[in-house]
């Protein structure tokens, strides 16, 4: 993190990302080469990347404009409606189909990777190069998007373990009830509870001059940490939760207030988003990847270009900030897998037992990082000059 801090700014104008480069370094410390770090995804990954989330969708809500989700509600319905279903199945039916798994285990995968990742979007989306680039309604468009899709991947993420490791009748009922309706329903309410409440106690304080500027600053990390920690204590999908509760603060309190805490907010983000990365790579199952042989490759490659682009490409006219063909190949093409299909992975290897779902997530999670965080750059460069600079 001390040599990334120093050089940010020199690595953003190359082909390489930090998330990337975190990543290589984990594999440095790996078993597989100098055996500093030992993977053992199983007990560190799940929790260590629900962190990493929270405390990156805080981020993500602080950076939107004001009332933008209410704004921009049915372009945001379109790719979280359509969009992202279309993703899940299209992932699925590619691992269905090329590796030849059962239908409901390649389901499953198919839905750990439908999520586009804050994380890796934000660091795509964010910085000198993004912004000189970028038009500012792509860049709120994806991060809004990545933002809300983490949490809404839950249903389609449980469908399938929920198939595969019950056998009574009422799997639908169950799954509609428990995980649609309240893990997923009950999850907004509650983190737009939290957030209006913070926001609001915030602003009283601050006119009470009884906050001090330091407390302030790491407000919006305790409410990421707060938010997380008590919708998962009533069984509500934390991830969600938390999304909901930056949304909701973000409408709540003042445009200073806003950005003297997403400020803060970013600087911390680099001590949870960079080591996750840097674990990922101490952990990554090469010897499993070998045996795919060739299956691998096709896998990976059919992935990154059908799993998100074509489904953008055809819904361009319901989605307004998107305005022409060059605008929906870039958002097509950036729809990174990351921190967030980490998470699910993890999660469903210990509620299934299914060690392929690792294996296989963590193959296309590994191609995602570096096919996106090296043509990042380039990309935004290449997108400005086709567009005319504009």
């Known amino acids: 993190m001390l040599v990334l801090g120093l050089f940010s700014d020199l690595i953003k104008r190359t082909i390489l990302s930090e998330p990337l480069l975190s990543m290589i370094y984990g594999i440095l410390l790996s078993p597989l080469l100098l055996g500093f770090l030992r993977g053992n995804e199983e007990a560190v990954f799940e929790q260590a990347s629900a962190l990493t989330l929270a405390v990156g969708l805080i981020d993500v809500a602080l950076r939107l404009p004001k009332f933008y989700i209410v704004h ?3 372009p945001l319905i379109v790719l979280l409606g359509l969009v992202m279903p279309l993703m899940w199945l299209v992932s699925g039916l590619l691992i269905f189909f090329i590796l030849g798994l059962p239908f409901w285990m390649a389901l499953l995968i198919g839905a750990i990777i439908s999520p586009t990742d804050p994380i890796l979007a934000s660091s795509i989306l964010t910085g000198k190069i993004a912004t000189d680039n970028i038009p500012s309604r792509i860049r709120y468009l994806l991060s809004a998007e990545s933002g809300a899709n983490d949490g809404l991947a839950y249903p389609f993420v449980f469908l399938p373990i929920l198939v595969l490791t019950l ?5 639908l009922r169950d799954w509609l009830v428990s995980i649609v309706l309240w893990q ?15 926001g609001r106690l915030l602003s009283w304080v601050r006119a009470m001059k009884a906050i001090g500027i330091p407390s302030f600053l790491g407000y919006a990390l305790t409410l990421s940490l707060v938010a997380l920690g008590s919708t998962e204590l009533i069984g509500t999908d934390g991830i969600l939760a938390v999304f909901a509760t930056g949304v909701v603060f973000n409408m709540t309190i003042t445009e200073r207030e806003r950005t003297q805490a997403g400020n803060f907010q970013r600087a911390i983000n680099r001590f949870f988003i960079l080591p996750i990365f840097a674990l990922f790579g101490s952990a990554l199952p090469w010897s499993e990847w070998l045996k795919l042989g060739w299956k691998a490759v096709a896998l990976v490659v059919a992935v990154l270009l059908l799993r998100r682009l074509p489904a953008v490409l055809v819904l361009k006219p319901l989605i307004k900030p998107i305005n022409d063909f060059k605008d929906a190949a870039f958002a097509g ?3 990174p897998m990351g921190v967030s299909a980490l998470y699910y992975a993890n999660l469903s290897l210990r509620l299934t037992g299914i060690h392929e779902v690792w294996v296989i997530a963590s193959l296309i999670i590994f191609a995602s990082i570096i096919a996106h965080g090296t043509t990042a750059t380039p990309l935004a460069r290449l997108y400005a000059r086709v567009r005319g600079g504009g």
């Open 333 to 335: 093409w950036f729809g």
């Open 184 to 198: 997923v329903g009950g999850a907004i309410i509650a983190g737009a509870l939290v957030g209006y409440v913070s």
């Open 72 to 74: 921009q509600a049915r």
């Open 167 to 171: 056998s009574r009748p009422e799997i």
